[in-house]
């Protein structure tokens, strides 16, 4: 079972990852887009978006920190482990909260708004579902193990054994041994990547960075009338032949 959860479940949902990729942008480019409703409605989208994203950003730097940066390197540049766990609880909880705010409002907003409920489909709820399970997941391990109950230095199992997948040297008895809201967590995280390129989030590959500051849609209105065409030279020379040869 723990090479089953620890070895092939991720390596399968890597897989998934890269190969989905790869599929949509060949087979569904016109699906590479975040599929928006703002004309549908905007008032609980210019607020939920932003937190959302914003959340997500710094939920994501937080993880990289943690499981990719070994705990020897933060000692050598001076960062003491009881500095690092109180940074890293910290910014997780504030970043968390935020991203909880943006999903919960855009949550709502595709079962209230009548007209953006009728455009969700099956795909946009079952990423809702992941997300919600991925965030309640990872704040019962920040708040509640860490900074409520006795706290868990993941950075010695849980990260070490992250690394591992990437050196083919996954150590599975790390993570037998770990808690089992971060087994949970770790076993959804990799079936998020497995479900990414078959929603939406493909469209985080197009513009990233510039999703923290753009418009979702630009939408541009004209605020005067239309300038009539002017016709071509070609065509006022024709009427004025045709004009001469009636008259005669």
């Given at each position: 079972?723990?090479?089953?959860?620890?070895?092939?479940?991720?390596?399968?949902?890597?897989?998934?990852?890269?190969?989905?990729?790869?599929?949509?942008?060949?087979?569904?480019?016109?699906?590479?887009?975040?599929?928006?409703?703002?004309?549908?409605?905007?008032?609980?989208?210019?607020?939920?978006?932003?937190?959302f994203?914003?959340?997500?950003?710094?939920?994501?730097?937080?993880?990289?920190?943690?499981?990719?940066?070994?705990?020897?390197?933060?000692?050598?540049?001076?960062?003491?482990?009881?500095?690092?766990?109180?940074?890293?609880?910290?910014?997780?909880?504030?970043?968390?909260?935020?991203?909880?705010?943006g999903?919960?409002?855009?949550?709502?907003?595709?079962?209230?708004?009548?007209?953006?409920?009728?455009?969700?489909?099956?795909?946009?709820?079952?990423?809702?579902?992941?997300?919600?399970a991925?965030?309640?997941?990872?704040?019962?391990?920040?708040?509640?193990?860490?900074?409520?109950?006795?706290?868990?230095?993941?950075?010695?199992?849980?990260?070490?054994?992250?690394?591992?997948?990437?050196?083919?040297r996954?150590?599975?008895?790390?993570?037998?041994?770990?808690?089992?809201?971060?087994q949970?967590?770790?076993?959804?995280?990799?079936?998020?990547?497995?479900?990414?390129?078959?929603?939406?989030?493909?469209?985080?590959?197009?513009?990233?960075?510039?999703?923290?500051w753009?418009?979702?849609?630009?939408?541009?209105?004209?605020?005067s009338?239309?300038?009539?065409?002017r016709?071509?030279?070609?065509?006022?020379?024709?009427?004025?032949?045709?004009?001469?040869?009636?008259?005669?």
């Amino acid at each position: 079972m723990n090479t089953l959860l620890w070895v092939a479940l991720p390596y399968a949902c890597l897989a998934v990852f890269t190969a989905g990729h790869i599929w949509r942008w060949r087979h569904d480019q016109f699906g590479w887009t975040t599929h928006t409703s703002q004309l549908l409605e905007s008032r609980l989208l210019r607020l939920g978006s932003p937190l959302f994203h914003l959340g997500a950003f710094g939920v994501i730097g937080g993880h990289a920190l943690g499981l990719l940066v070994p705990a020897t390197l933060t000692e050598r540049i001076g960062v003491s482990e009881h500095v690092y766990h109180l940074v890293s609880v910290s910014a997780g909880t504030v970043t968390g909260v935020v991203m909880i705010a943006g999903l919960v409002l855009l949550i709502a907003r595709r079962f209230v708004n009548g007209r953006v409920r009728r455009v969700t489909t099956t795909m946009d709820k079952v990423l809702y579902a992941f997300l919600a399970a991925m965030v309640v997941l990872g704040m019962t391990a920040t708040v509640g193990r860490n900074m409520l109950g006795g706290g868990y230095d993941y950075r010695e199992t849980i990260a070490v054994w992250f690394r591992g997948i990437f050196w083919f040297r996954p150590h599975t008895e790390l993570m037998a041994g770990a808690p089992l809201v971060y087994q949970l967590h770790a076993i959804g995280g990799f079936l998020f990547l497995a479900l990414w390129p078959f929603t939406r989030l493909v469209h985080v590959w197009s513009a990233p960075l510039a999703y923290l500051w753009r418009p979702y849609v630009v939408y541009r209105a004209r605020r005067s009338p239309a300038p009539a065409p002017r016709p071509a030279p070609a065509v006022v020379r024709d009427a004025g032949r045709q004009k001469v040869s009636s008259d005669r």
